[in-house]
C-alpha cells in the first residue's frame, strides 16, 4: 500500500505563490509516474501536472508556465511550485501515484486564491 500526504495549502492573493508537497510512503518501489490534480467547486477534475520516474513532465496548458512539478527522492516527495497565482486556481489539489494498474490518491489540501 502507497500513503500519500499533501501539504502546503492556503489562502494566497492573486499573484501570489504556494508550493505544495505530496510525501509519500508505504510500497513505493514500483511507482511510475505521480500527478498533481485539482478539483474545483462545480468543475470536473483536472489533471495539472506529471512527473515520471524518468523525469519526464507534463502540464496542463493553464498552467504552463507558471506551475513546476519537480521531486526529490530521497525524501520520496513530489512537489508543485505554484506562481503567478489567479483565483481560477482555486481548488483542492490532490496528489496521486500510478503503481501497476492502480492510483493511490491523497487527502487534498485547499489553495484559495483570493484578494
Known amino acids: 500500500q502507497v500513503q500519500l500526504v499533501e501539504s502546503g495549502g492556503g489562502l494566497v492573493e492573486p499573484g501570489g505563490s504556494l508550493r505544495l508537497s505530496c510525501a509519500a510512503s508505504?510500497?513505493?518501489?514500483?511507482?511510475?509516474?505521480m500527478d498533481w490534480y485539482r478539483r474545483a467547486p462545480g468543475k470536473q477534475r483536472e489533471l495539472v501536472a506529471t512527473?515520471?520516474?524518468?523525469?519526464?513532465?507534463n502540464y496542463a496548458d493553464s498552467v504552463k508556465g507558471r506551475f513546476t512539478i519537480s521531486r526529490d527522492n530521497a525524501k520520496n516527495t513530489v512537489y508543485l511550485q505554484m506562481d503567478s497565482l489567479k483565483p481560477e486556481d482555486t481548488a483542492v489539489y490532490y496528489c496521486?501515484?500510478?503503481?501497476?494498474?492502480?492510483?493511490?490518491w491523497g487527502q487534498g489540501t485547499q489553495v484559495t486564491v483570493s484578494s
Open positions: 496521486s501515484a500510478r503503481q501497476g494498474l492502480y492510483t493511490h
Open positions: 508505504g510500497s513505493i518501489f514500483d511507482i511510475s509516474a
Open positions: 512527473i515520471t520516474t524518468g523525469g519526464y513532465t
